[in-house]
């Protein structure tokens, strides 16, 4: 995800890689978010956001990413060799249109989804989030707002917004992006108004 319409050229199906500051941020939080079960990354991409995981969490349990066939041949086979070296089921597949493992469902899913298509990748990841998992998307804070998204934010509400105090440089290079951004988690079931913090 990255911001458009400011001289930049848009990446292919909005194809942007997750900074490391970024999922750094996530760090505190990651013991009530992951108590253990099954992971899901849509859009895994690279496999950058797994290959944090791995390092900030000892036991982590079963882990599957999903991804456009046509991004893992343009990204290449070794970022798919290498996770699935490491365990990691990766499915070429549409994440909206993927029905999911059979009797089976995701304990935490965590991702940058492709911006145009946030709110459905919210949507579908919450169909396929185990009862009291964690859903945690980086988004820009834009999308908190939007009148087209006002009764959809009611029947979707969020437990914590983490707002990033710098913004993310997913260029690669040190040039930030133009917005800001924040961590979105949802936490269906859990009581009482949602938690708003910067880092």
């Known amino acids: 995800m990255s911001a458009t319409g400011r001289g ?25 978010l992951y108590t253990g079960g099954a992971v899901l990354e849509p859009g895994i991409g690279s496999g950058v956001v797994i290959q944090w995981l791995r390092r900030k969490v000892e036991h982590l349990g079963p882990v599957c990413g999903v991804e456009l066939p046509e991004a893992l041949e343009d990204d290449g086979d070794p970022d798919r060799d290498l996770l699935e070296a490491q365990g990691v089921q990766v499915v070429p597949a549409d994440f909206l249109t993927w029905p999911g493992p059979p009797h089976a469902r995701f304990r935490l899913v965590i991702g940058n989804p492709p911006y145009s298509h946030a709110q459905a990748f919210v949507d579908r990841s919450l169909e396929l989030l185990e009862a009291g998992g964690a859903l945690v998307f980086l988004l820009r804070l834009g999308f908190l707002g939007a009148q087209k998204r006002r009764a959809w934010w009611a029947s979707s509400p969020l437990a914590h917004v983490r707002v990033l105090s710098k913004r993310p440089a997913f260029s690669g290079r040190r040039s930030t992006d133009a917005c800001e951004y924040a961590w979105y988690i949802w936490r269906p079931g859990s009581a009482g108004p949602a938690t708003l913090d910067v880092r």
């Not at 930049?8 to 009530?32: F, K």
């Open 8 to 32: 930049a050229i848009r990446a292919p199906r909005d194809s942007y890689s997750t900074p490391i500051e970024a999922l750094e941020a996530l760090s505190d939080l990651l013991p009530e």
